[in-house]
Nanobody
Framework: QVQLVESGGGLAQPGGSLRLSCAAS????????VGWYRQAPGKQRELVAT???????NYTESVKGRFTISKDSAKNTVYLQMNSLKPEDTAVYYC???????????????WGQGIQVTVSS
């Protein structure tokens, strides 16, 4: 069973930076799609960024130019670097992994526990 441990959240001022980390219990990121989601009070859960096993990255429009998703396969860790933070970025952030299972013709999905990011002056 894959376990995901998130870290790096907390409080930042507008214009500041935070880096979130998602560490997996096994070497799975080479074959997986990893996403960062966020959910603010009263809002739907939103897909913020994804990165594939081939390192192809995509971002939701509101974070383009400010956030960067990356991975370090040797450390089994995916990062979300968040720069130029805005109060609207305040949310609980979740790491999500979709791991292909060929014999099932689909994938297994795993979630981190969620980590709070607060942007406030």
């Amino acid at each position: 069973q894959v376990q995901l441990v998130e870290s790096g959240g907390g409080l930042a001022q507008p214009g500041g930076s935070l880096r979130l980390s998602c560490a997996a219990s096994g070497s799975i990121f080479n074959n997986a799609r990893v996403g960062w989601y966020r959910q603010a009070p009263g809002k739907q859960r939103e897909l913020v960024a994804t990165i594939t096993g081939g390192d192809s990255a995509n971002y939701t429009e509101s974070v383009k130019g400010r956030f960067t998703i990356s991975k370090d396969s040797a450390k089994n860790t995916v990062y979300l670097q968040m720069n130029s933070l805005k109060p609207e970025d305040t949310a609980v952030y979740y790491c999500n992994v979709r791991l292909p299972i060929v014999r099932l013709g689909g994938y297994m999905e795993y979630w981190g526990q969620g980590i709070q990011v607060t942007v406030s002056s």
